[in-house]
């Protein structure tokens, strides 16, 4: 008999021991199969959508029937998405004291989801996985009363990435994984109804990626250059 320990003749079966022998059967041997199944992200169900494909001088738009906007050049992919929520709304307590994302942030990134992945399944997109620079222009809600640059209703500027970024991640969406951004940048333009943010993806050469011998360049942080 084997040395192995079993609660129950239920419990062997379940891992795939033949009780009497103590050996792995057949369906035990079939078990890591499954457990790849299991721990592999399952890719969920997406119709793609009806899209519009335009040719411009520096490369392609694709403009999805659901609203999705999409522009591809030799050197960057932009996207537009959804006015986000707040960094400062994304993250609740739980009940074991341990923060998930609140219902804003999971509503805003199912929205992302359900506008940018039927465009990018429809035109076969394979999400990025090479280091880039992640650019970010926002476009605040416009609002009925006037307001100055100073003025204006707006999240502070470093509450605007973590969520979009979030949302376009993952095996159906723009990108893998956002640890594939080694540089970023947000700037603010003109309000538009119900307000947006462009997201572009710029993929660098060798020399921009090489960021670990790279010196602190004080000219940059000087506002020099």
Request: proline fraction near 5%; hydrophobic fraction near 35%; glycine fraction near 4%.
């Amino acid at each position: 008999m084997s040395q192995l320990s079993f609660s129950s003749a239920a419990h062997a079966r379940r891992c795939g021991i033949n009780i009497k022998t103590g050996e792995q059967t057949e369906k035990g041997k079939q078990r890591p199969a499954r457990t790849r199944r299991a721990t592999t992200p399952k890719l969920r169900k997406v119709r793609p959508c009806i899209y519009v494909e335009t040719k411009t001088e520096d490369g392609t738009v694709y403009e999805g029937s659901n609203g999705a906007w999409l522009k591809v050049t030799d050197r960057a992919v932009i996207v537009r998405a959804p006015n986000p929520v707040s960094t400062n709304q994304m993250w609740r307590a739980s009940a074991e004291q341990k923060n998930v994302l609140s219902r804003m942030a999971r509503e805003y990134k199912a929205k992302v989801f359900r506008l940018v992945a039927p465009l990018l399944i429809a035109i076969g997109w394979h999400s990025l996985t090479d280091l880039c620079e992640a650019r970010l222009v926002v476009q605040p809600p416009s609002k009925s009363r006037s307001y100055s640059n100073k003025t204006h209703p707006r999240y502070d500027v470093d509450n605007y990435s973590k969520p979009v970024l979030d949302a376009l991640k993952g095996m159906q969406m723009l990108f893998k994984d956002d640890n594939i951004f080694i540089s970023e940048s947000v700037v603010f333009a003109e309000p538009v109804p119900n307000g947006c943010v462009w997201v572009s993806c710029v993929r660098l050469d060798d020399r921009q990626t090489d960021w670990m011998h790279t010196e602190v360049n004080m000219d940059w942080l000087g506002g020099r250059v």
